[in-house]
C-alpha cells in the first residue's frame, strides 16, 4: 500500500464541484451524506495535489478504492478496482482487497488469506505478484464495465 503523508492512499470518483466526474487519489476524511437504505453513500476526500497540497472534495463511497502500492509494466499505478490484461496469457483480470483462498503447497490445502489479488472467470482467485512483470491496465470496473463482458 503506497503511504502519503503518513496516511494510505486511496482514490474516489468526485461528485461535486469543478472535478465533478473525476478520479482523485488521496484519502478519506469522514463520512458526508447517509441514505437511510444505503447507509454512508459519500465521503468527504482529502485529494493530493501535484504540487504536494490538498484540497477537499465530495466522494462517492461505491468508488472509493485501496492502492496496492504496486506499479503496471507502464509505470501506472494499480488500484483495487482495476481491471488488467495478463500479458502472459491475455487474460482479463479484476484487481481486489479482501480475503481469498490461497494454496499451500507445505500442507498441501487451500488457506484464506487476505490482501490484493486477481480475480479472473475460469481460475481461482491468486495473489496479483509483481504486475510490473505481467500486467497492463485495461480500465477499471466502474468506468469500463464493458470490459468484464468480453
Do not use: H
Amino acid at each position: 500500500m503506497e503511504v502519503v503523508m503518513g496516511v494510505i492512499l486511496f482514490r474516489g470518483k468526485c461528485i461535486e464541484g469543478a472535478d465533478s466526474g473525476k478520479w482523485v487519489k488521496g484519502y478519506v476524511s469522514g463520512p458526508c451524506a447517509t441514505d437511510t437504505e444505503k447507509g454512508i453513500v459519500s465521503y468527504y476526500f482529502r485529494a493530493v495535489e501535484s504540487c504536494g497540497g490538498t484540497k477537499q472534495c465530495m466522494v462517492s463511497a461505491e468508488t472509493i478504492c485501496l492502492c496496492t502500492g504496486k506499479e503496471y509494466m507502464d509505470g501506472e499505478t494499480a488500484y483495487e478496482g482495476d481491471i488488467f490484461e495478463s500479458q502472459a496469457g491475455g487474460q482479463l483480470m479484476i484487481l481486489r482487497f479482501g480475503t481469498y483462498q490461497a494454496y499451500c503447497p507445505v500442507d498441501e490445502t487451500y488457506m484464506d488469506s487476505v490482501g490484493f489479488y486477481a480475480e479472473c472467470e475460469g481460475y481461482p482467485d491468486m495473489p496479483i505478484g509483481d504486475l510490473k512483470d505481467y500486467a497492463l491496465k485495461a480500465g477499471n470496473i466502474f468506468d469500463n464495465p464493458e470490459l468484464l463482458r468480453k
